[in-house]
């Protein structure tokens, strides 16, 4: 409720993921983010993910950092071009730098603006600043892996057990659909809803406390259950139900927690919730005693991370790459692009993505802009 009030109270506009105004600025105004949404941002993310709403830093970041850029463009007096730029660039390296995976935010700045398209003239910049970024977070917090090192020695020795892959690719894109469909009803239905923008967050915070109560995996930003997931023992200790019910009670608590106004991301329970998937496929594979379950858990974890948000973001590759910095697990990369691939394709064949604020593709952005700030052909 506090957050919510702090919202209301000074800047409307800092509710919500985030993300969905970081891009935003990209195909519109890159001036338009007030300094003061970045500070308001900043405390509301802060009091809604530590008091147990289901949200990430990526959000709030992404924002926070676009804002930066966009005081940047002010100060600087920047064109319309270097302004979008510089804001893509912000989002990457804020995202990368949080994430301690400077290579896939780079590569998240040239994607995430667009559903179908990747403007690879901003690669490159992207590399100074996300690497920048990180060098500068981590001399301050340390550069391991954000979820420490999971299965990063795995090796593939046989063919056939690359089908079970398949099979997360095909859940994955199930369970993100699902995840960008839930969480935009909640949106919807919260705007129709009668209630001021403080009553509105409050009451969702209730039902996810509620919620959080038989399910306490689901609550803030559930980065620590994530990385327990990888771990045998302990996947093993959890009731069965609860292992396969989570991926849908953290969509529920996520679109309760943001949908109705909360503060907070998008990307990291997208993460945690892939994680419970290849958690759920995994409990279920070794209990079965199917062949081709590898005896720990941890490379279906991390696929099903790359495979479930990559897709419903449609930015595969970047959230592929990312996942495998912040889990220091490359080793994974031949089951990945399976099912990375399969669950972006069909997710593709879809108008659905979690950020509604997403052009098609660089065409379609500058036509909206009614002409281009440059071109865009090769």
Excluded at 110 to 133: C, K, W
Excluded at 177 to 184: C, S
Excluded at 349 to 376: F, H, K, M, W
């Amino acid at each position: 409720m506090l957050s919510a009030l702090i919202v209301a109270k000074l800047a409307p506009e800092a509710t919500g993921h985030g993300t969905d105004e970081a891009i935003e600025s990209v195909h519109g105004d890159p001036r338009a983010i007030r300094g003061r949404a970045v500070l308001v941002k900043m405390v509301a993310s802060a009091l809604t993910i530590g008091s147990g709403g289901s949200g990430g830093r990526e959000g709030p970041t992404a924002q926070i950092s676009a804002g930066f850029c966009s005081l940047l463009t002010r100060r600087l007096n920047l064109s319309n071009e270097d302004g979008r730029t510089a804001v893509a660039l912000g989002i990457g390296a804020g995202i990368g730098a949080i994430f301690a995976a400077p290579l896939g935010g780079a590569a998240l700045g040239a994607s995430i603006p667009y559903r179908d398209d990747f403007d690879y003239r901003n690669l490159l910049p992207g590399f100074i600043a996300s690497g920048t970024a990180y060098a500068v977070l981590g001399a301050f917090l340390g550069f391991d892996p954000l979820f420490g090192y999971i299965d990063a020695e795995y090796r593939f020795e046989k063919a056939w057990p690359l089908l079970w892959f398949v099979v997360i690719g095909l859940i994955a894109a199930a369970v993100g659909y699902l995840y960008a469909r839930v969480f935009h009803a909640s949106v919807a239905i919260t705007r129709r809803l009668p209630g001021g923008p403080v009553l509105k967050p409050a009451i969702g915070g209730l039902l996810v406390g509620l919620l959080g109560l038989p399910i306490p995996q689901i609550l803030s930003s559930g980065y620590g259950w994530a990385q327990l997931a990888a771990d045998r023992g302990t996947l093993l200790s959890i009731p069965l139900w609860i292992v396969i019910v989570l991926p849908i009670a953290k969509i529920l608590a996520t679109s309760l927690s943001i949908g109705t106004g909360g503060s907070g991301g998008l990307f990291g329970p997208g993460i945690v919730i892939g994680a419970f998937v290849g958690a759920a496929i995994w409990r279920l594979g070794e209990l079965t005693e199917l062949p081709g379950v590898p005896h720990e858990p941890g490379i279906f974890v991390v696929v099903a991370m790359m495979a479930c948000f990559g897709s419903v973001s449609r930015a595969p590759l970047a959230v592929m790459i990312m996942v495998a910095e912040m889990t220091g697990s490359f080793s994974v990369v031949p089951g990945a692009i399976i099912a990375v691939g399969i669950a972006a394709l069909l997710l593709s064949r879809t108008n659905v993505t979690i950020y509604e604020t997403q052009r098609l593709n660089r065409q379609t952005a500058e036509a909206e802009r009614g002409g281009s700030d440059r071109p865009t052909t090769a």
